[in-house]
């Protein structure tokens, strides 16, 4: 008989006490382990995220902003113009000036845009009936006229300025002259001036224009826009307690028509301008035309006959003769001087020196010797205003 013999199956020993729980404290410590590895990795990507990720934003929001207007308010630079020595913005102080023959038939009255005008001379033509030119820069306006013809002498004054000259016709020396000078000329052209009939008003008194369409005239003919001058010498207004007390000054060019008085305000420190005995006021604005230097300027006069066109005068533009300088309520005897054409007139006191002149409106009236102009001067007792 065989007999099978099996293997006796061996019975693992049970684990100590020990042994079970050292096993526990493993378990424990790799949980701890991980929990720990895991807060640390967290806290990585946490800063990871918030270095690269939240900066980006930030700084793609701070770009955004940049592109806002700022609320500071930026002060525009200024500038003091060569033709008033008044201060305007850069980018309009030395615009090329502009010359703008202007009527003064009383027919044209009241005109426009004077009172824009940094400089304004008034001479006599023909028959008594003084007429302007207005040199405008800086100031715009959206009216400029009655415009009227050229004559030599504004010419000639217009050349002390490298300017623009606009008109509307002219005398038969002037309009010669616009040409042998080389003169930048706007004459009167269609689609720049306007008629603007009145009735019971000739025509000659109607055509109008305005500082803009001008300036674009003057872009058209492809003219230089950078002009070459000399500015006379400005200084600050004299204080109230210096200022002179000459109130008032008249005019007489020809007829009452043509009377101009000039009233000084010693307050504001201007002159303000009456014609024909009334306030001479400005067509658009209402304004009473005002100056803060007011220049008498003796010229020389003399009737001219030309062939086949009507007789004119002549000034003597060129040289030297008297003045008469009105400034902070002071008469100042002076002595103008000019060389050429193109110069520009100076005006020199008793002492030789050159005049300074108050920043503002300057008005050249223009007088030959047989004019004589009448100054008052206030009293204790006068206020010196208007």
């Known amino acids: 008989m065989k007999i099978e013999v099996k293997p006796a199956i061996e019975n693992s020993p049970k684990p100590s006490l020990k042994n079970r729980l050292w096993g526990d404290k493993q378990k424990k410590i790799r949980t701890i382990i991980c929990i720990i590895i895991g807060i640390v990795i967290i806290l990585l990507a946490s800063t990871i995220y918030a270095k690269f990720f939240v900066k980006e934003t930030a700084s793609t929001e701070t770009k955004k902003t940049s592109f806002l207007p700022s609320l500071k308010k930026t002060e525009e630079k200024k500038i003091e113009s060569p033709l008033s020595g008044v201060e305007y913005a850069e980018n309009i102080a030395k615009r090329h000036p502009l010359g703008v023959m202007v009527e003064n038939h009383p027919d044209a009255r009241p005109q426009s845009g004077l009172d824009k005008a940094e400089i304004i001379y008034e001479a006599i033509t023909e028959g008594g009936i003084t007429r302007f030119m207005g040199v405008f820069g800086p100031r715009v306006t959206e009216e400029v006229g009655p415009v009227r013809s050229a004559r030599t002498f504004f010419v000639t004054w217009i050349q002390e300025y490298d300017g623009y000259y606009a008109h509307a016709g002219g005398s038969k020396d002037g309009l010669a002259q616009i040409a042998s000078d080389g003169v930048m000329d706007l004459p009167h052209t269609t689609g720049y001036f306007e008629r603007q009939p009145q009735a019971g008003i000739a025509s000659e008194h109607t055509l109008y224009t305005s500082i803009a369409n001008l300036y674009k005239l003057a872009e058209a003919k492809k003219y230089d826009t950078n002009a070459s001058f000399t500015s006379l010498k400005f200084k600050s207004d004299e204080e109230l ?128 010797p047989e004019i004589t102009p009448t100054f008052t001067e206030a009293t204790a007792t006068q206020p010196v205003a208007n």
């Open 241 to 368: 307690a210096k200022r002179g007390n000459v109130s008032e000054v008249i005019i007489p060019f020809s007829t009452d028509s043509y009377e101009v008085k000039w009233l000084y305000d010693k307050t504001e420190n201007i002159y303000k301008r009456s014609m024909a005995r009334v306030p001479h006021k400005d067509k658009i604005s209402g304004n009473q035309l005002t100056a803060k230097n007011i220049i008498i300027q003796t010229v020389q006069r003399a009737p001219i006959a030309l062939a086949g066109a009507k007789p004119t005068f002549k000034f003597t533009t060129e040289g030297s003769g008297k003045a008469t300088i009105l400034r902070d309520g002071q008469k100042i005897d002076a002595t103008w001087k000019k060389s050429t054409t193109s110069e520009r007139t100076k005006f020199f006191d008793s002492t030789g020196a050159e005049i300074k002149f108050n920043r503002g409106i300057f008005w050249y009236e223009i007088v030959p």
